[in-house]
Protein backbone atom coordinates (compact mmCIF):
# COMPACT_ATOMS: atom_id res chain seq x y z
CA UNK A 1 0.00 0.00 0.00
CA UNK A 2 1.06 3.29 -1.27
CA UNK A 3 0.72 5.72 1.87
CA UNK A 4 1.66 9.19 -0.20
CA UNK A 5 -0.85 8.02 -2.55
CA UNK A 6 -3.58 7.30 -0.70
CA UNK A 7 -2.50 10.96 1.02
CA UNK A 8 -2.09 12.57 -2.43
CA UNK A 9 -6.23 11.38 -3.21
CA UNK A 10 -7.30 12.53 0.40
CA UNK A 11 -6.08 16.02 -0.63
CA UNK A 12 -7.31 16.12 -3.79
CA UNK A 13 -10.80 14.93 -2.18
CA UNK A 14 -10.22 17.54 0.35
CA UNK A 15 -9.68 20.17 -2.82
CA UNK A 16 -12.90 19.41 -4.43
CA UNK A 17 -14.77 19.36 -1.88
CA UNK A 18 -13.83 22.97 -0.44
CA UNK A 19 -14.01 24.38 -4.30
CA UNK A 20 -17.77 23.08 -4.27
CA UNK A 21 -18.60 24.70 -1.34
CA UNK A 22 -16.71 28.51 -1.95
CA UNK A 23 -18.84 27.50 -5.28
CA UNK A 24 -22.08 27.00 -3.37
CA UNK A 25 -21.39 30.01 -1.22
CA UNK A 26 -20.85 32.41 -3.91
CA UNK A 27 -23.72 31.15 -5.68
CA UNK A 28 -26.29 31.26 -3.09
CA UNK A 29 -24.47 31.77 0.09
CA UNK A 30 -25.35 27.86 1.54
CA UNK A 31 -22.12 27.16 3.32
CA UNK A 32 -22.16 23.03 2.52
CA UNK A 33 -19.52 22.53 5.05
CA UNK A 34 -21.78 24.18 8.26
CA UNK A 35 -25.04 21.96 6.95
CA UNK A 36 -22.95 18.64 6.86
CA UNK A 37 -21.50 19.35 9.99
CA UNK A 38 -23.67 21.63 12.14
CA UNK A 39 -21.47 23.83 12.63
CA UNK A 40 -19.07 24.60 15.82
CA UNK A 41 -15.81 23.11 16.16
CA UNK A 42 -15.95 20.12 14.34
CA UNK A 43 -17.05 22.97 10.87
CA UNK A 44 -13.75 24.77 12.09
CA UNK A 45 -11.31 21.67 11.90
CA UNK A 46 -13.03 20.39 8.19
CA UNK A 47 -12.58 23.96 6.99
CA UNK A 48 -8.54 23.53 8.19
CA UNK A 49 -8.71 20.67 6.93
CA UNK A 50 -9.12 22.00 3.75
CA UNK A 51 -6.36 24.71 4.19
CA UNK A 52 -4.15 22.10 5.19
CA UNK A 53 -4.77 20.07 1.91
CA UNK A 54 -4.35 22.94 -0.21
CA UNK A 55 -0.92 24.07 1.41
CA UNK A 56 0.11 20.47 1.12
CA UNK A 57 -0.69 20.39 -2.56
CA UNK A 58 1.04 23.59 -2.94
CA UNK A 59 4.18 22.74 -1.65
CA UNK A 60 3.80 19.13 -3.44
CA UNK A 61 3.54 21.80 -7.00
CA UNK A 62 6.46 23.39 -5.98
CA UNK A 63 8.75 20.54 -5.25
CA UNK A 64 7.75 19.42 -8.72
CA UNK A 65 8.19 22.39 -10.28
CA UNK A 66 11.92 22.57 -8.98
Do not use: C, P, R
Not at 34 to 53: N, Q, R
Request: no cysteine.
Amino acid sequence: MDYQKIALLLVQVLLVAGALNWGLVAYNGMDAVKIATGGGDIEKYAKFAVAAAGLYHAYTLYLASA
